[in-house]
């Protein structure tokens, strides 16, 4: 598993095209080569960016899940709506296709975030309103989901 570090800021040209930071570049280097997987969030309007290998990790939770029922087709449905395989160019940009770009709101300034394994890829605006948003009950929620972790070894949270 890949554990990616860092928010990036980045403009996308015309096209759709991203130029992905050196630092963010680096951090990739083992799996540029794989190619990655592009597909809208859940559950935010921003689109997340799945190394070869996490997405393959990903579909084979996702195969598990019995066909035959309704709510699982639903999901897998769902779930895989628009993915889309991309890859780096020559120059190291990143094309984001249009049904992917309109979904996430992306016209010019974006802003890359890491999400452990992951990077989303989001309209800036829509990004800084999103960690404004959050920010409000972000102690709350850091309780609520982390509280409860405890360190095997030393038995501190």
Known sequence: MINLIGT???KADVKGRLMLSVALKKQLSPV???GFVLKRAVFQPCLELYPMQEWNDMMQKVSRLNRFRKKN???IRRFTAGVK???LDSSGRLLIPN?????AGI???VVLSSAVNIIEIWDKERYEKAIDDATVDFGELAEQ???NVIDDEDGIS
Do not use: A, R
């Open 85 to 87: 395989i991309v890859e």
């Open 107 to 109: 016209t010019k300034e």
């Open 145 to 147: 989901v982390m509280g």
């Open 99 to 103: 049904d992917l770009q309109k979904f």
């Open 73 to 75: 087709n639903d999901f």
């Open 32 to 34: 540029l080569q794989e």
């Open 8 to 10: 990036y800021e980045c």
